[in-house]
């Protein structure tokens, strides 16, 4: 079970993931460009798609503002392929399958499922400067309408 949650302020903590394509992403790479990362539980299930579109649908307006936006999930590069090809998605989806990453984020943890408290991923999205340090830190939040609080929130 995790127990880190971050704070606005504080660094955004490193990683090297690989994509759907399995190419390389690490954060250090991206400093300079503000980043957009969420972490979802599971690729093509309801409300990790309805999430994963309204970023889709979103993408335009937040690159505009200088934005990249990442998924990150549990799930292998296959399955990200073929959810990004099925949903047209066009950012990356990255593959944490130890979610190693997730505990880093502190979005690996107990959660209530169906009345059970299983351990599992915290639905969470991140918002990171460009300088590498977290803007906003939103845990547990929820699929629907998820998207447009981010928008307000970095007012795009």
Same mark, same amino acid.
């Given at each position: 079970m995790t127990t880190t949650?971050?704070?606005p302020g504080s660094p955004a903590p490193d990683f090297s993931l690989v994509d759907? @394509?399995?190419r390389p992403v690490t954060l250090k790479d991206l400093r300079g460009r503000r980043v957009i990362l969420f972490f979802y539980p599971e690729a093509m =299930?309801?409300?990790c =798609? =309805?999430?994963a579109c309204d970023f889709r649908d979103s993408l335009a307006p937040l690159q505009a503002a200088g934005y990249? !936006?990442?998924g990150v999930? %549990? @799930?292998e590069p296959e399955k990200l392929r073929r959810? %990004?090809?099925r949903d047209g998605l066009t950012y990356d989806l990255l593959s944490d399958p130890d979610h190693a990453v997730h505990e880093a984020y502190g979005v690996w943890g107990e959660k209530m499922n169906y009345g059970?408290? !299983?351990m599992g991923v915290i639905r969470s999205t991140f918002v990171i400067d460009e300088d590498g340090t977290i803007d906003q830190a939103l845990y547990n939040v929820k699929a629907t309408g998820h998207v447009a609080r981010v928008r307000t929130l970095v007012g795009v």
């Open positions: 949650h971050l704070e759907q @394509d399995e =299930t309801p409300g =798609t =309805t999430e990249t !936006v990442l999930s %549990r @799930d959810f %990004r090809e059970k408290t !299983v």
